[in-house]
């Protein structure tokens, strides 16, 4: 069994030497400054790594007493995955900024974009999967990189982030490839068979749409004027009444997100899209 201690306190591979020592590869002292100033603002926000640190230093000076199977060790060892994580999500968040050039230099240090970057880390943290860490630093590197919306939509995006399922994701991902798809056809794609509709799936299928719909990020279908109006819709005419309710998986109504939404898209969904048209 290897030593779980050294792998915990070996400064020298430790995922906070790792990122120093990307840091200091970088000669331009302005991005270096700027880097420096964006890292500090994500490791600062989580509360956990000033213990890890503090936590793996103590260990490293008292190893000849402590055993190798104390709380604190383990508690180590639990946190060395997500440390190494944190670091690997640093250091890709660094290399698109670094292909992003000297555009970003003055951003990454104004204290609106630290800010950012601060509030996605919490949510960062708090994710449990690495989808939504990933859409997380997709958004820090466009927030960083281009002005698409305000910072205060960049904000109800990282809201959104932290609120929203990996279902609701999965939602927006087909209506973004297929705008005008019906509830119908996306349950189709995402999970194949349909269930009945007093069941469980189909409860939670109509919580997905209308989260999403009151939240701002999809819409049906309509049409506008020129100048963007929304049309009202025809009426239709009638016929005799059904005695049961409009399904679920409804297949009349399309759906398409909503500006706001294909914001969101771009700024989070690069592995889906490059860019919003």
Request: glycine residues 6%; aromatic residues 8%.
């Amino acid at each position: 069994m290897k030593d779980n201690n050294y792998l915990i306190t070996n400064e020298n591979s430790s995922e906070v030497e790792k990122i120093k020592e990307e840091l200091s590869k970088i000669t331009p002292t302005t991005k270096k400054r700027a880097l420096e100033k964006f890292g500090l603002a994500a490791l600062g926000s989580i509360p956990w790594v000033g213990g890890f640190i503090s936590a793996a230093a103590s260990i490293k000076t008292e190893e000849g007493t402590l055993k190798t199977d104390s709380l604190q060790t383990r508690w180590l060892e639990e946190h060395e995955s997500k440390m190494q994580s944190l670091g690997k999500t640093l250091n890709e968040i660094g290399a698109s900024f670094e292909r992003l050039g000297e555009i970003v230099d003055e951003r990454l240090q104004s204290e609106e974009f630290l800010d950012i970057v601060r509030k996605s880390f919490r949510t960062w943290d708090s994710s449990d999967t690495d989808e939504k860490r990933k859409y997380i630093a997709n958004l820090i590197s466009n927030s960083a990189g281009c002005r698409v919306c305000s910072d205060d939509v960049v904000r109800l995006f990282i809201d959104w982030l932290a609120g929203y399922h990996e279902s609701h994701f999965a939602v927006i991902r087909e209506i973004y490839k297929n705008p005008g798809v019906t509830r119908h056809d996306i349950w189709a794609v995402i999970n194949g068979a349909f269930p009945r509709e007093d069941s469980a799936e189909a409860d939670l299928y109509k919580l997905l749409i209308r989260d999403l719909s009151t939240g701002g990020v999809i819409r049906q279908a309509r049409e506008t004027t020129h100048d963007g109006q929304f049309l009202k819709r025809k009426p239709k005419p009638k016929s005799s009444a059904s005695r049961t309710t409009e399904s679920a998986f409804e297949n009349t109504k399309p759906y398409v997100l909503t500006e706001l939404g294909k914001q969101f898209v771009h700024y989070t969904m690069n592995d889906v899209v490059t860019r919003v048209r």
